[in-house]
T-cell receptor, first 112, second 113 residues
Framework: NAGVTQTPKFQVLKTGQSMTLQCAQD?????MSWYRQDPGMGLRLIHY???????DQGEVPNGYNVSRSTTEDFPLRLLSAAPSQTSVYFCASSRGQDSPLHFGNGTRLTVT | AQRVTQPEKLLSVFKGAPVELKCNYSYSGSPELFWYVQYSRQRLQLLLR??SRESIKGFTADLNKGETSFHLKKPFAQEEDSAMYYC???????????????FGTGTLLAVQP
């Protein structure tokens, strides 16, 4: 039982490039979410999903897309990377609405 | 609007001293409050939640609806308590959860020997 797995751990992009941050969980959790962590700003919710085929926007969705084709996977896509997207990204999952979140180890993204 | 405020970016105490990490929230409905902790080089993990009314690693937190606060307390700090602590709020609307866990900006607790 690996929990929540994020790949890659580190990534450097140039402005305008696109990429996908991967997130997978093996706990059969319905709820998954993406946060970004920035100094002085805490964790801010980007997108979340309450089940396969259902996604919704969080606080800071601009510049990011998500999809949830399976229960296990919740990838985060950066369509055209910008320096403002330099951050640490965390994926989290939970069994349901009332359950605590389980976090991945994070992906440190730098956009130059 | 949902909001969580952690006024202290850094709290430095000596080993054995009492600790209180402040958290205030703003929410018009019925909130659920959490404390998450991130130790150095580890993933964020749940420390405690107000509905459990439990003590984890000596930490307790009481929801004060009158003061809209959920301060985290420990009577005697240990060096291994040094970590980043995040207060978080989940709101409930129309009888169901909003599924949006809102985090504060975090407080770095540094326990000096």
């Amino acid at each position: 039982n690996a929990g929540v797995t994020q790949t890659p751990k580190f990534q450097v992009l140039k402005t305008g490039q696109s990429m996908t941050l991967q997130c997978a969980q093996d706990m059969n959790h319905e709820y998954m979410s993406w946060y970004r962590q920035d100094p002085g700003m805490g964790l801010r919710l980007i997108h979340y999903s309450v089940g396969a085929g259902i996604t919704d926007q969080g606080e800071v969705p601009n510049g990011y897309n998500v999809s949830r084709s399976t229960t296990e996977d919740f990838p985060l896509r950066l369509l055209s990377a910008a320096p403002s997207q330099t951050s640490v990204y965390f994926c989290a999952s939970s069994r349901g609405q009332d359950s605590p979140l389980h976090f991945g180890n994070g992906t440190r993204l730098t956009v130059t | 609007a949902q909001r969580v405020t952690q006024p202290e970016k850094l709290l430095s105490v000596f080993k054995g001293a009492p600790v209180e990490l402040k958290c205030n929230y703003s929410y018009s409905g019925s909130p659920e409050l959490f404390w998450y902790v991130q130790y150095s080089r580890q993933r964020l993990q749940l420390l405690l939640r107000h509905i459990s009314r439990e003590s984890i690693k000596g930490f307790t937190a009481d929801l004060n609806k009158g003061e809209t606060s959920f301060h985290l307390k420990k009577p005697f700090a240990q060096e291994e308590d040094s970590a980043m602590y995040y207060c978080a709020l989940r709101g409930y609307l129309y009888g169901g959860a909003t599924n949006k866990l809102i985090f504060g900006t975090g407080t770095l607790l540094a326990v000096q020997p």
